[in-house]
């Protein structure tokens, strides 16, 4: 039997109702990428371009991609039920669900109605939320709705589950190999080992066709690419600003006297497209470090040498090669140790949307003990093409002692590099006959998809058939490796201990038992 290491928050008692929840943020962090890889180097070969095109040029080594057997909802409840599992957590202790995607399958049924069926057993119908949607910037939306919920008067002492999740696909060209595929879900409560600082965004949105998706038959978008950088570099700039404001004023109102730089921050994640973009962000945030400084010592320090920049426009510079040379050097140790660990998923999976920045925050927790967290504080950049963008920051908390919940989120991501090991490489022939057959079935009725379940991972949910009103059916993969399917949403018989609601005080629901049935579950019949 696993113990939870979860303590409900409870219900507020009624002398404590106006009092704010302390360290709202996320508790546990689950992460799920497909089990089928391909090779950048080969791709640059298959497309026949010029070799490091993609593995240089966009700083990506392999892209991470899906079967016609996954799609949105089957990635979002394979993610929700290992987070459950893995947390200890019963369904009952859950009070809002939201899904931040843009991958639509539906035009008006919600990704999160389709996950309801994984709280059937545990009764619990109780759960606020539905999806959120801008490109990729909707899994941080959906983020900011669940700490807003807890720290509101509609909390009533339950827990928030966020999931991000998308397949990142693009039609043949130079856009392809910036996909990628996978889940990020996200446990929020308060006494949170990462608390997000209250007051400290700063967000920034405009009208813009960087990015967009306005074919409803089709899962490719249309990108226009040096707008979509223009647009992102834009966004950090104006977020960078606005942040630097407001923890300028939170600073004075403490008496102290002192501005905000890059330095202010133990780690900086960015949402990463490519990994070579997130190596420019951090430059660019040094670029603004150095022209709203005073009077900037080029002499020594992080900006010697930078003394001919010092006069350029920052909206003058987005594509300035001598610019973006000078800060990349001058950032360089800034990157090794705040942002390079970010992006190991990035790198090895590629762009998974909505849960890209998020895999990158995993990836931190993922690669320092908890005493190198300890502490620090971590800046997240959040970007969604059309567009919208928000720059916050997390504080780690002061306790890294063994059994912290600290130390236990980290142990839980601490088999990252593992699981992106063990993935199964194919050939780029082959994952261009997986992309054909996706744009051939997409939004297919009547449809019973072609790909192998053996090769997704165990515990893996999958699409079984799309029916003639275009409802979709879904089954579990057994946790097993030595049955093909498992029967139940719990089964396994070393399942999680069920921990009782404590709003709704209802008994334990004992451990499932497996069976040979193969548990089949819909998307509706609306």
Not at 70 to 83: A, M
Not at 246 to 256: D, S, V
Not at 443 to 453: E, F, R
Not at 474 to 480: D, E, G, L
Request: net charge negative; aromatic share 8%; glycine share 8%.
């Amino acid at each position: 039997m696993i113990v939870s290491p979860f303590r409900m928050p409870g219900s507020l008692p009624a002398v404590c109702e106006a009092a704010w929840p302390k360290d709202v943020g996320i508790m546990a962090v689950e992460v799920y990428v497909p089990s089928q890889y391909v090779e950048q180097a080969e791709l640059e070969e298959f497309d026949g371009v010029g070799a490091g095109k993609y593995t240089v040029g966009l700083g990506q080594a392999r892209m991470g991609f899906c079967s016609d057997r996954e799609d949105i909802s089957s990635l979002c409840l394979t993610v929700v039920q290992r987070l459950m599992e893995h947390s200890g957590l019963s369904y009952q202790s859950v009070g809002r669900l939201e899904v931040g995607t843009e991958t639509i399958i539906d035009k008006s049924k919600s990704t999160k109605t389709v996950l309801m069926q994984l709280f059937e057993e545990s009764g619990n119908t109780d759960v606020d939320g539905v999806d959120t949607t801008n490109a990729c910037y909707g899994g941080t939306a959906a983020l900011f709705n669940a700490v807003n919920w807890v720290e509101s008067s509609s909390w009533d002492g339950r827990y928030a589950l966020v999931v991000a999740g998308d397949i990142a696909v693009y039609a043949t060209g130079g856009a392809r190999p910036t996909g990628g595929a996978g889940a990020v879900a996200m446990l929020v409560g308060p006494n949170a080992p990462l608390a997000f600082e209250r007051g400290l965004r700063g967000t920034h949105m405009r009208h813009a066709y960087d990015f967009y998706k306005p074919d409803m038959v089709s899962e490719y978008p249309v990108v226009d690419g040096k707008l979509s950088i223009q647009c992102y570099l834009s966004a950090l700039d104006r977020c960078y600003s606005i942040y630097r404001n407001k923890i300028h004023a939170q600073w004075q109102r403490e008496g102290l006297d002192k501005r905000c730089s890059l330095a202010d921050f133990g780690f900086m994640v960015f949402h990463s497209p490519y990994c070579k973009l997130v190596q420019k962000s951090l430059a660019r945030l040094m670029l603004n470090d150095f022209l709203c400084h005073p009077s900037p010592d080029t002499e020594s320090g992080p900006f010697s040498g930078l003394e001919a920049f010092r006069d350029v426009k920052i909206e003058d510079t987005y594509f300035d090669r001598d610019v973006e040379k000078a800060f990349m050097k001058a950032s360089s140790e800034a990157f090794e140790n705040k942002t390079k660990a970010s992006l190991l998923i990035s790198n090895q999976n590629g762009n998974m949307y909505t849960p890209s920045v998020y895999g990158c925050l995993a990836s931190v927790l993922a690669q320092h003990t908890p005493q190198q967290l300890a502490g620090q504080r971590i800046g997240v950049f959040s970007y969604g093409s059309g567009f919208a963008a928000t720059l916050y920051s997390i504080k780690v908390t002061q306790d890294a002692t063994p059994g912290s919940s600290l130390d236990k989120l980290v142990s839980s991501l601490c088999d990252l590099q593992a699981r992106l090991d063990s993935r199964k490489k194919v050939s780029p022939d082959v994952f261009a006959q997986n992309m054909k057959l996706r744009e051939e079935t997409h939004h297919l009725a009547n449809y019973i998809p072609q790909g192998s379940v053996e090769e997704l991972f165990p515990g893996t949910w999958y699409l079984t058939r799309v029916d003639e009103k275009h409802r979709r059916q879904y089954a579990r993969r057994s946790v097993s490796d030595d049955r093909p399917l498992e029967a139940g949403l719990l089964t396994s018989s070393n399942a999680a201990e069920h921990i009782p609601s404590p709003l709704k005080k209802m008994p334990r629901i004992p451990t499932a038992t497996a069976g040979p049935e193969v548990l089949v579950i819909s998307n509706g019949d609306h």
